[in-house]
């Protein structure tokens, strides 16, 4: 960390602002301390005690809050979020990031990779300007691929109709011995390809879109029924960095629930705790519809280290958890 890079990181969270704005955006603020939290197999939050045996947790991100405001007719919104994750600190990690999260209503997730370049773009625009980067470090393009185009060209095999063995097999190709009961793991088998054989592939094109994830691995996006499923998801990678995830959002309260009971059922199996199924959203939702919507959560930390080419987010941040 320098306090040349705080700055030149300030300016840059100065001109992501001016961009929402420009595009129609309005900033929210919404809790980084609540009683809901979103449920996320994976994805672990702090609880905290606030009194009176209550449980909250510090937010993992925004969304279920900045969905709320949507349902009560907010349009085109987005925050600069202090989010929390319980996760090693490490080269792109730190447990208190910031998150830029945003949502608009009657756009798919396709419209939303186009916003996303013109934001990336912008930005590197903005950086070499400064002198921040070289003239023209940014003139690649960014291609979209979906999930399944990019297992088959570089792992040779079908992620959407492939049975197990052939991933087993696949899987095989980079860890051997698996790790135990990864066999049964059909995304945990996804992952491991993704992670080892794909991504250092994707690193290459310097630019790409991944999208229509595996049915499985949803979350919260809309499911395309097509003769293997496909969630309406995508993630970008810039130079092997993941920066974000977007979504077409899903707005069914019924299938939200089921969906939440789904992550928790994963949690139970991999010994995690349980977060809480019940919301202020889902009640919300069983009155006043969540309207049709897209959104993105990227993190900023990490755009932020490569529109100023160092090599960690430790970098960009004043006190990394290790020294916070």
Request: glycine letters at 6%; hydrophobic letters at 40%.
């Amino acid at each position: 960390m320098s306090i040349e890079t705080l700055q030149r990181r300030a300016k840059l969270l100065t001109e992501l602002r001016a961009f929402f704005e420009s595009r129609g955006y309005w900033e929210v603020q919404t809790p980084a301390l609540s009683q809901d939290s979103c449920v996320d197999a994976w994805i672990n939050p702090f609880p905290v005690s606030i009194g009176s045996g209550r449980q909250g947790y510090l937010q993992t991100s925004p969304e279920f809050s900045m969905k709320r405001l949507l349902c009560q007719g907010a349009d085109s919104i987005y925050e600069v979020a202090r989010v929390f994750r319980q996760e090693e600190s490490g080269r792109h990690h730190n447990p208190e990031f910031t998150m830029v999260e945003w949502y608009r209503c009657h756009v798919d997730h396709h419209l939303q990779m186009s916003f996303v370049e013109d934001l990336v773009r912008h930005l590197a625009r903005f950086a070499e300007d400064q002198g921040w980067r070289p003239p023209g470090s940014m003139n690649f393009p960014i291609q979209r691929l979906t999930y399944q185009q990019a297992f088959q060209q570089f792992a040779g095999i079908d992620p959407l109709n492939d049975r197990d063995e052939s991933l087993v097999h696949a899987a095989r190709h980079s860890v051997t011995p698996l790790p135990r009961g990864l066999e049964s793991d059909r995304d945990g088998l996804l992952n491991l390809i993704l992670a080892e054989q794909v991504e250092p592939q994707l690193r290459l094109l310097r630019g790409v879109f991944l999208h229509d994830f595996p049915a499985s691995q949803g979350a919260l996006a809309i499911v395309r029924q097509e003769r293997a499923p496909v969630a309406e998801r995508f993630e970008l990678y810039l130079d092997g960095i993941e920066l974000c995830n977007g979504y077409h959002e899903l707005t069914d309260p019924v299938e939200l629930r089921h969906r939440m009971q789904e992550q928790n059922r994963k949690r139970r199996a991999a010994g995690l705790p349980e977060v809480p199924e019940e919301s202020r959203l889902l009640t919300l939702m069983s009155t006043t519809p969540l309207p049709p919507s897209s959104g993105v959560a990227l993190g900023f930390d990490r755009l932020a280290m490569w529109c100023l080419g160092v090599e960690s987010i430790a970098q960009v941040l004043a006190f990394p958890f290790d020294d916070a």
